[in-house]
């Protein structure tokens, strides 16, 4: 069982940045694949972003201004959003699954509880 705790997250305005963190109750820097979602007002749920150990993988849409980054002393997943848009808002979940197909399915074993972005032009 891994329970995920988010923080971070809230209100910015158009480019500006914010941070998202989720603590992992147990070890998960070499066992398991993380990810963040997210899911905006009327829209279907994307994948934002995947770690596993040093390899990341991005969506178009956040490329070159998100960055996901893990701290394995700590177990805390990061997602730092720069450069922010309006259309990044949405409510921001992190993710954790043993099998990265899964998450790419959207379709992970844990989730945490979701925090909202919102970016105002």
């Known amino acids: 069982q891994v329970n995920l705790l988010q923080s971070g997250g809230g209100s910015a305005q158009a480019g500006g940045s914010l941070r998202l963190s989720c603590v992992a109750s147990?070890?998960?820097?070499?066992?398991?694949?993380m990810s963040w979602f997210r899911q905006g007002p009327g829209k279907a749920r994307e994948l934002v972003a995947t770690?596993?150990?040093?390899?990341?993988y991005y969506d178009d849409s956040v490329a070159n201004r998100f960055t996901i980054s893990q701290d394995e002393d700590t177990n805390t997943l990061y997602l730092q959003m720069n450069s922010l848009k309006p259309e990044d808002t949405a409510m921001y979940y992190c993710?954790?699954?043993?099998?990265?197909?899964?998450?790419?399915?959207?379709?992970?074993?844990?989730w945490g509880q979701g925090t909202q972005v919102t970016v105002s032009s």
């Open positions: 993710a954790a699954d043993v099998r990265r197909e899964r998450l790419r399915a959207g379709n992970p074993q844990y």
């Open positions: 147990r070890y998960t820097y070499r066992d398991y694949c």
């Open positions: 770690i596993r150990t040093d390899s990341t």
